[in-house]
């Protein structure tokens, strides 16, 4: 079934440093993809999505790209906050679906 | 515009009772969804409702069930809780069609004890 890899956390950064989270789904069809941010006690923000290959989302420096031949949707930040410290959940939506399909989670600290 | 909210915030109950959650989306929004939250499962997919339809179910037990009414409002329910149920479950909503984004509640935590 359709399913989605993130990498591992915690990630701990010093503040400035460069992001990536990595992410590769499996899919059947053309799936469109998602990160979503969740802060302490809150529920989950859509950061940004992509609904076909080779589309980039972007917003707040965050950016990813939809890459059909490597099946997956890499996060990137080029300088981060304190905070941007959170939960970064990579999902997607399965062709003709309304449902989304999520990762397990990364875990980001970024210390001043 | 308010948000998606969800009541109540936190729940404790008592194996094999049953619990209620709501969640009002967002005013114009005709699809709402609810994910459960885990630390062993992370986020699942328990059903979605448009125009107060179900129009995907997720593969959780019959003791989940779920309704939308015809202002959108939603109302999920579980019976015969088990310790397993103990999880933060989030409603989202969005305007239905394909690729909508979701905007979630802040959550009810359940507990099961």
């Known amino acids: 079934g359709d399913s989605v890899t993130q990498m591992e956390g915690p990630v701990t950064l010093s503040e400035e440093a460069c992001l990536t989270i990595?992410?590769?789904?499996?899919?059947?069809?053309?799936?469109?993809l998602f990160w979503y941010v969740q802060y302490p006690g809150e529920g989950l923000q859509l950061l940004l999505k992509a609904t076909k290959a080779d589309d980039k989302g972007s917003n707040k420096g965050f950016e990813a790209t939809y890459r059909k031949e490597t099946t997956s949707f890499h996060l990137e930040k080029g300088s981060v906050q304190v905070s941007d410290s959170a939960v970064y959940f990579c999902?997607?939506?399965?062709?003709?679906?309304?449902?989304?399909?999520f990762g397990s989670g990364t875990r980001l600290l970024v210390r001043p | 515009k308010a948000g998606v909210t969800q009541t109540p915030r936190y729940l404790i109950k008592t194996r094999g009772q049953q619990v209620t959650l709501s969640c009002s989306p967002i005013s114009g929004h005709r699809s709402v969804s609810w994910y459960q939250q885990t630390p062993g499962q992370g986020l699942q997919f328990l059903f979605e409702y448009f125009s107060e339809t179900q129009r995907n179910k997720g593969n959780f037990p019959g003791r989940f069930s779920g309704r939308q009414f015809s202002n959108s409002r939603s109302e999920m329910n579980v019976s015969t809780l088990e310790l397993g149920d103990s999880a933060l479950y989030l409603c989202?909503?969005?305007?239905?069609?394909?690729?909508?984004?979701?905007?979630f509640g802040n959550g009810t935590r359940l507990t099961v004890t």
């Open positions: 990595n992410c590769t789904y499996t899919a059947t069809g053309y799936p469109s």
């Open positions: 989202a909503s969005s305007l239905g069609q394909q690729n909508s984004p979701l905007h």
């Open positions: 999902a997607l939506s399965p062709d003709s679906s309304y449902k989304l399909i």
